[in-house]
């Protein structure tokens, strides 16, 4: 019998989430039956019985394991490396599709679309998924895209670097989206395709990550900097973030904050060699051009 072709991949990472694990692959369980789909899950490091479980119950899953937790990023990358599907959509182990027939939108665009490299998904940021789902966004090329819904066209994936893992968190899509710029490549949202990630965005200041999250989220941006941005830009807008991040939550007595903020800059300073080697500047024409660009449209409320 003549084995069918694989088209789409669905990619997650998990660690120690095994019940929001659950959920998605409850949510998408009618894509995961299709014969032109395979689903590859990156264990990364559980100790919550995780991969027992996917062993159990989802035998049609790819099953990868890191013995210890290498970060999201590591795993990220692993998992792009598997696939030999044409397009590969990237989802959160708390995020899933909402939309009715994504893998049609997601195929005709970009065969009708031959310079995109990523879809940028809509994704809604809450735990109940609104009544009214409607909407009038159209179609437009961004900057960037988020981690937790974006299908990949392969062959794009496979023209520039690896996301970088010694981020660890946080950057990685940012890093891909300049150097798709650079090497001619598009990123497109696509309003059509909606994703579910279903956290309480409000609530995670309170988290016991808070301070880890923000530390990592700085350090990354300003690895962008150094990596991408023109010489004479760089110095401008690190002050401006480091102001702004002083600003609007030290000055107000957000003490986690500093803490963070202080270890950024260590961070900054301990991986220079890592991103001195890694520069892959921007000139100032190209650097115009791409912040002409609209916006990542990381939040959609309706």
Known sequence: MKQAVVSFSILITTKNRLDDLKITLKQIEGLLQRDDVEC??????????????????YGNVLLLKNKIT????????????????????????????????????????????????????RIFWGKELPSNLTHTLVSTRVKGFV????????????????YP???VFYGEEEFAGYQLFKTKWEIWYIPNILVQHRVDVKSRKKDKDYSVRLRRSLRAGWYLYFIFYPKKIITKKFIYTLW????????????????????????????????????????????????????TKIYWKP
């Open 40 to 57: 590859i899950i990156c264990d990364d490091g559980c100790t919550d019985g995780t991969s027992q479980y996917l062993e159990e119950y």
């Open 70 to 121: 290498k970060g999201l990023i590591f795993s990220r990358n692993r998992l792009l490396s598997i696939t030999t599907a044409d397009y590969a959509i990237t989802l959160d182990d708390d995020a899933h599709i909402v939309s009715d027939n994504p893998l049609d939108i997601i195929e005709d665009f970009f065969i009708n679309n031959s310079k995109c490299a990523v879809i940028a998904c």
């Open 147 to 162: 981690g937790c819904g974006h299908v990949w066209r392969m062959d794009a994936w496979r023209t520039i670097d690896n």
């Open 165 to 167: 893992d010694w981020f």
């Open 244 to 295: 702004m991040q002083l600003k609007l939550k030290v000055f107000k007595g957000d003490f986690k904050a500093l803490k963070a903020i202080v270890l950024a800059i260590l961070d900054l300073i301990i991986n220079v060699p890592k991103y001195v080697s890694t520069k892959k500047r921007l000139t100032l024409k190209e650097y115009q051009e791409f912040k002409a660009l609209d916006d």
